[in-house]
C-alpha cells in the first residue's frame, strides 16, 4: 500500500506485558491489512515523513529515562494508544502525554469519552476478534477442568468479594490469579500468566469471574474479549460501555453485592454457560473484527 506510512511499535522492555498483548494485537491486524509494520524497544527511531509511531503512553514514559522519550516532532508524528481507565494514576499520565500526540485511540468508549470531555481528540478504537488469542475456535473438546478463574490486580474490593465466593468454590477447581501492580509484569513472568499460557488457562474454565479495580463501572475490554475468545463465560460486575455485547446475551452481568450468589446460579446452570459461551464467540468472530480499530488508527 504505496500511500500507507511504515507504522513503528514503540515499547518499553521493562512495560507490563499485558498492555505487550494489546499493542501485538494492533500490530498484528495492521500487518493483515497490509501496512508495513516495524518495532522498536526503548526508543523511537529518527522521524522519517513516511514514519508513524504506535504507543502505550504510560507504559512507555514512566519505564524509561527522558533521554529515551519522544521529542516534539516525534510525539506529533504518535498514535498514543490509550488502554487505562479513569481515576487512576496512569490514566492521568496518559491525557497529559496524549494532550500533545500527533493522533490519540482509546480501546474504551468511557476512556475515549473522559479524553473529550478534558479537550483531547481521541477516537474509539474497540478490541476484537485477535486470532492469536484463540486457543479455542469455537470447539468444546470436553468437560473444562477448571469451574471459575479470576485474573487481575490485586484490591481490596476485588479481594473481598473473592473471600465472599469462597463457600461457592468449595469443593470446586478454581484458578485465582491476583497479582500485586505495583511493579510491571514482563514477558517471560513465570509468576503471570499472558499469551498462549493465559488462553489455553480460559479455554480450560467454564466462567471468568470480572470485578472492577474501583467502583467505576469501567469495562475491562482486554480481560472480557480473552475470555470470550476462548469460550469462558464472564460473570462481571455491571459496567458501562458494553456494548455490542449484550447483558444476559454475550456475558452475564451483576451487582458487586450479588456476584457471589450468580456465581453459584451459574455454575448450577450448564446449558446457560453454553448459550452464552457460543453467542459471545460468535459476536466476536463475525461482528466484530480488529478491521474496525484499525478505521480509527488508519
Known amino acids: 500500500m504505496a500511500d500507507q506510512p511504515r507504522i513503528c511499535l514503540v515499547s518499553a522492555s521493562g512495560q507490563n506485558v499485558f498492555f505487550a ?4 494485537a494492533f ?9 508495513v509494520v516495524e518495532e522498536s524497544v526503548d526508543c523511537f527511531p529518527p522521524a522519517a515523513p513516511d514514519l508513524v509511531y504506535l504507543y502505550v503512553p504510560h507504559e512507555y514514559h ?22 487505562e ?4 494514576s496512569w490514566f492521568e499520565i496518559t491525557c497529559e502525554i496524549a494532550a500533545r500526540a500527533g493522533a490519540v485511540v482509546d480501546i474504551n468508549a468511557l476512556g475515549a469519552r473522559e479524553m473529550e470531555q478534558r479537550g483531547i481528540e481521541v ?24 469451574d471459575m478463574a479470576f485474573l487481575g490486580g490485586h484490591t481490596d474490593r476485588r479481594a473481598q468479594i473473592l473471600a465472599r465466593c469462597a463457600p461457592v468454590l468449595a469443593g470446586r477447581r478454581s484458578a485465582i490469579h491476583l497479582v ?3 511493579q510491571p509484569h514482563v514477558a517471560g513472568n513465570t509468576s503471570f500468566l499472558s499469551h498462549d499460557r493465559k488462553w489455553k488457562l480460559l479455554a480450560d474454565t467454564k466462567i471468568t469471574l470480572n470485578v472492577h479495580r474501583t467502583p467505576l463501572a469501567y469495562m475491562e475490554w482486554h480481560r472480557i474479549v480473552g475470555a470470550a475468545l476462548n469460550g469462558c463465560v464472564v460473570l462481571s460486575e455491571h459496567s458501562l460501555g458494553v456494548a455490542p455485547f449484550v447483558p444476559g446475551e454475550h456475558f452475564v452481568s451483576a451487582s458487586y453485592d450479588t456476584l457471589p450468589e450468580v456465581l453459584e446460579g451459574l455454575l448450577s446452570d450448564p446449558d446457560r454457560q453454553a448459550a452464552t459461551r457460543d453467542a459471545a464467540y460468535a459476536l466476536l468472530r463475525d461482528r466484530m473484527p480488529m478491521s474496525t480499530a484499525l478505521d480509527a488508527v488508519l
Do not use: F, K, N
Not at 68 to 79: C, E, F, I, K, Y
Open 21 to 24: 498483548e494489546i499493542l501485538e
Open 27 to 35: 500490530g498484528d491486524a495492521l500487518r493483515q491489512h497490509g501496512v
Open 62 to 83: 514512566p519505564l524509561l529515562h527522558e533521554m529515551a522519550h519522544p521529542t516534539p516532532t516525534q510525539l506529533g508524528r504518535s498514535v498514543a494508544l490509550c488502554t
Open 85 to 88: 481507565q479513569p481515576g487512576t
Open 123 to 146: 477516537e474509539h478504537a474497540p478490541l476484537g476478534y485477535v486470532p492469536a488469542w484463540d486457543a479455542w475456535h469455537g470447539r468444546e473438546a470436553g468437560e473444562r477442568s477448571i
Open 180 to 182: 500485586e501492580s505495583v
